[in-house]
């Protein structure tokens, strides 16, 4: 099934096979495929988690769990080359259960170290969703105690969410019926959702990289984060940008009123043991003279 699904991703008519060049790409990517096709069962995927902080005081409010694959033959490979390679092959199905469980997991080992806004966010691909194949996710999910479940934020992008409506739609409910929240991720990269925000239960827009990387000097986008973020919040939804890295980008989100935030600025992504260290610490990951000028008098 997956096999047959995989030709099919990759071939299309069978014209594109056979294209000058491509042969090489498509080896890799068979070879990766059965890389990643093992990696599960000897132990090569790990999660990190990114902190994100609620801007107000530097509190870890969240995280979000992000894939890592250090393989025996492959070395250590980029999500963005093994994701696309695992939704074309629909390893992400399998793929993304791993990740489930682990999160799972990991809210279990770390519930006495974080209060009642503490949640964790996974990326979902689109074919996870896919009503063939999400059965055993929506089973997973309903097997686990709600008070867990309420824990978990389901990060999907804007194309996943532009999939065909019904079937998306559907599965959405389904997902907040299940007690989880839905972040919609890589935000302002494509169209419009506003239809979507209006009617869906999302919980939280993440507000891309791209954008958040021009805010000081690029006023066009400078004004688009700032309606995201008005627009979220007249919908009561809530704001995280991504990517923050400088002083100057944390200002302009602070000024705006953007809730929450992750980037390098505050931590890169952490192996669970650092992450646990930064939970019980408490301590504020705003820069100590952003920290400072916020400080209450
Ligand atoms: P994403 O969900 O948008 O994740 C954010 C990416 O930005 C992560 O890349 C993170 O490490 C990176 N990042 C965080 N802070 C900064 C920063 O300050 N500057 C810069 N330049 N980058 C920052 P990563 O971990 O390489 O993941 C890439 C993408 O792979 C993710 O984008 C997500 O789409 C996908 N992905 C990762 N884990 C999973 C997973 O478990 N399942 C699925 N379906 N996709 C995943
Ligand atoms: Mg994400
Ligand atoms: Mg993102
Ligand atoms: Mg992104």
């Known amino acids: 099934d997956i096999a047959a699904h995989r030709t099919k991703a990759a071939g299309g008519n069978g014209y594109n096979l056979y294209a000058v060049g491509m042969s090489d790409e498509l080896e890799e990517r068979h070879q990766l495929e059965?890389?990643?096709r093992r990696a599960i069962a000897r132990r090569e995927l790990a999660l990190q988690f990114q902190p994100q902080v609620r801007l107000r005081d530097g509190q870890i409010v969240g995280c979000e769990a992000l894939l890592r694959w250090d393989g025996e033959g492959s070395g250590k490979v980029p999500p963005e080359r093994f994701i696309p390679i695992a939704e074309d092959s629909g390893l992400i199905v399998p793929l993304g259960e791993w990740v489930l469980n682990e999160v799972l997991k990991q809210i279990n080992e770390w519930r006495p170290h974080f209060g009642d806004d503490f949640r964790i966010a996974l990326n979902i691909s689109g074919a996870q969703l896919h009503p063939l194949r999400s059965a055993r996710l929506f089973n997973r999910l309903l097997e686990?105690?709600?008070?867990?479940?309420?824990?978990?934020?389901?990060?999907l992008t804007e194309s996943t969410l532009m999939g065909p409506p019904e079937a998306m739609g559907e599965a959405l409910s389904r997902i907040g019926l299940l007690g989880l929240g839905i972040a919609v991720d890589d935000f302002g990269t494509s169209y419009s959702l506003v239809n979507l925000l209006k009617r869906q239960p999302i919980t939280r827009i993440k507000i891309d990289i791209s954008l958040i990387k021009n805010v000081g000097d690029d006023a066009v986008d400078a004004a688009i984060a700032s309606a995201i973020v008005?627009?979220?919040?007249?919908?009561?939804?809530?704001?995280v940008a991504e990517g923050v890295e400088t002083q100057e980008q944390l200002a302009f989100l602070l000024a705006l009123g953007c809730d929450e935030a992750q980037g390098y600025l505050?931590?890169?992504?952490?192996?669970?043991?650092?992450?646990?260290?930064?939970?019980?610490?408490?301590?504020?990951?705003?820069?100590?003279?952003?920290?400072d000028e916020h400080r209450p008098a």
Do not use: C, N, Q
């Open 34 to 36: 059965s890389d990643l």
């Open 266 to 291: 505050f931590s890169p992504p952490l192996d669970p043991p650092a992450m646990l260290g930064r939970l019980t610490a408490r301590e504020s990951l705003l820069p100590v003279a952003t920290a």
């Open 230 to 239: 008005t627009m979220a919040h007249a919908l009561g939804i809530k704001t």
């Open 144 to 155: 686990a105690p709600v008070a867990d479940r309420r824990l978990l934020e389901l990060e």
